[in-house]
């Protein structure tokens, strides 16, 4: 049939299984917006208050989904601003779709009102992008992004479309949904060579990533821990994939990673590491990091493989078929030895917990953890709430985490929790904190406008603490430009925006508040308020290794 | 699309062919890529092919294997890269032409042009005050009649970059696993 451009890419989207698009509509890409109008039966489309928070809801809609995200704006600011979004996504290989409008064919490269390079812009921060010059290219170019979105390594895809493709006829055709490229386990001789050093290992340690949850396979991993014996660590990207109560797991590892996981990593005579790309807050002193110890690595992307350590065994793959081919080949055996030392770091760690009465951070997630259903996506912002929340939370099921791990993107989290709420259909929780907050809490009108249920935990301290904690321990607590100093009356501006909310200062206040909270139709929002003094322990300082992990710290007045 | 091309070594280069899909974002995606990564890229040539659908793109990287298997491993993630050969000595043939223009002086004319003649250089053209000589070789050869060179006035220099072709029957686009 004959279409317009504007209707052959809404009806692709559609075509592709995509039910819900986060979008903000302008002069360039007003066509599709019109056709988005024609077929509001079939496509839900979300307006937000600002594009970033669009393109980080089609981020929390993708990581809690495994589907591809999808976010729409005009040329020009409309596509920068998703920018920071796209870069999250593509730091954390999140499969997105961002369709931008811009200029007619004819006015490119005359810097014409709202006219930017938005392909050029955002050449690094995608894992590919098209300038569509021709409508009758629009339809295949969308499939083909489908495509790469969700291959191998996720990654956002960027479509610019000129307004004369979105105007100009062509015929369309239908088409079934797009597969992703058939994964591929790694090759039979490399994975030979990892069963044979996982023999031999005597003190083998499981490390996985968000790699894990992209490929499907925590089943393929437990298997592989029970089978050999190993405990289990992940990365930040890597959290949810298995429950936080399974007895082999040790949490996360890294700069703020838990403490039994990175002892056993560190005294690991092999690392078996899953879909992990050894990021330097994970390894901190690149030469200092697992010394000891064999990495085996596990890959999809093959560019990771011995990007920042060296790893006796590469393997590039499809994790889950690699495992698969790899667990008939291991020895089942029991490590008694090194478990017992394993439980050994567990002991020491209670030791360092922090169990302080008030209302201190953990206890603050804690109190959370009682309302998390099985369901419940939590999405966190940047910064200590972050840690936090990464250190303490209950996981129950994969997909249910979101957070900007390798951009670090402060501003993420509201974006991303709307998102989370329609990829659940449930309600969604963001952990933030006052800094974060202040970054995109223009969406709580969005929340309040489509009614999203979303619980809002703000971690009130008053000064952006990660910055603070940073400048106590190496800047001789000079606190410069950290301290908010801020009279933001959460629970007025919550009201203002048409939402509630209200300010806790003890855990009792808290559970009273959450208990109203996940009562409540639409969003709520929680001022907890905490001393501007805690900190994030324990801390591997930046280029530090194990040996200079601070565990305890009295700050001294 | 990119048909990336040739490694070639020579002694810290290397040289990598590649075909590629065919459009100006294409180079701009490569260079882009070696500018972010760091890969340090000496030279750089593009081209059309025999297939309207690729051009050629081959280029010498200055590094070690281990770098060169990074560079390989980030090469091969861009969707628009469709093959990728690194092109050595031995099973390839490579050349690069080099135009030179030089101070016209009455001393050092006659050492000019015997080092020019012993080179295989051409003199394009001729004035009172300048002479430009073209070279055609491999790089190699030019650093050495650039080297050689020294000792005169150089005034300007352009070379091409290196192309290369791998010897026998085999192309480049049979690598291609589409």
Redesign the interface.
Known sequence: MLLSGADILVKTLIEQGCDTVFGYPGGQILNVYDSLYTHQSEINHILTAHEQGAAHAADGYARTTGKVGVVISTSGPGATNLVTGIATAYLDSIPMVAVCGNVPTTQIGSDSFQEIDI??VT??IT??NY?VGKVEDLADTIREAFV?AKSGRPGPVLIDVPKDVQIAKCEYEPKSPVEKEEPQPAKNTRIEEAAEIINSAIRPFIYFGGGLITADAPEEMLSLAEKIDAPIGCSLMGLSAIPTNHPGFLGMQGMHGRFASSMSMHNADVIISLGVRFNDRVTGNRQKFAKGAKIIHIDV???E???TVNAVCGLRGDVKLTLQKLLPMLDESKKSEWMAKVDAFRQEEENYLDNRDGLTPRRAILTLNKYLGENTAVCTDVGQHQMWSAQNLNFKTSRRFASSGGLGTMGYGFGAAIGAAYGTGERSVLITGDGSFGMNLNELATAVRYNVPVVVIIINNGVLGMVRQWQTLFYDKHYSNSVLERKTDFPAFAKAFGADGETVTTPEELDEALKKAFNCEGPYIIDCKIDKDEFVLPMLPPGGSMDDIITKLEVQE | MILLQNWRCRNEQIYISSACEKSVRCSNRLTSMFRRRQFNISSITASETESAEYSRITFSFDGEEEGKQLLMNQLYKLPDVCSIKELTNENSLSCELMLIKLKNDPDTREEIHSAAEAFKAETIDYSKDSIVLRLIGNSRKMDDFISLMGDFTILEICRTGTASIEKGSSVLRKNLNL
């Open positions: 392909t050029g050449l690094p894992k590919h300038f790469l992307d093959g560019s493989l011995n990007k």
